[in-house]
């Protein structure tokens, strides 16, 4: 499956985005989805996964109660809602397929190209 991320862009501390990650293919809902991200001079970081159907989700502590990843398999998306937005949420955020359910990259074997996030103080 080959995945498009993107919805990044500059964003004031406090306020909100919504990433997407568009799956080719039809096999995208044979696919557990993530969300990591990398900011410069550190290593890519688990932000959110969410199951096949939608229904089990997992959030890293440091976004907990204010992202929110969702999918949508008839529209081969996976978003990534992000609210409440601080400086140390800049990066470069990641989507990514897999078959397991995983908190660890090496779960995931396909990766889109990333989207960058900034947040100003």
């Known amino acids: 499956v080959q995945l498009q991320a993107s919805g990044g862009g500059l964003v004031q501390a406090g306020g909100s985005l919504r990433l997407s990650c568009a799956g080719s293919?039809?096999?995208?809902?044979?696919?557990?989805m993530g969300w990591f991200r990398q900011a410069p001079g550190k290593e890519r970081e688990f932000v959110a996964a969410?199951?096949?159907?939608?229904?089990?989700?997992y959030y890293a502590d440091s976004v907990k109660g204010r992202f929110t990843i969702s999918r949508d398999n008839a529209k081969n998306t996976v978003y990534l809602q992000m609210n409440s937005l601080k400086p140390e949420d800049t990066a470069v955020y990641y989507c990514?397929?897999?078959?397991?359910?995983?908190?660890?990259?090496?779960?995931?074997?396909?990766w889109g190209q990333g989207t960058q996030v900034t947040v100003s103080s």
């Open positions: 990514a397929a897999g078959s397991l359910m995983d908190r660890e990259s090496k779960g995931f074997r396909y």
């Open positions: 293919g039809r096999t995208f809902s044979t696919y557990n």
């Open positions: 969410i199951s096949l159907s939608g229904g089990t989700t």
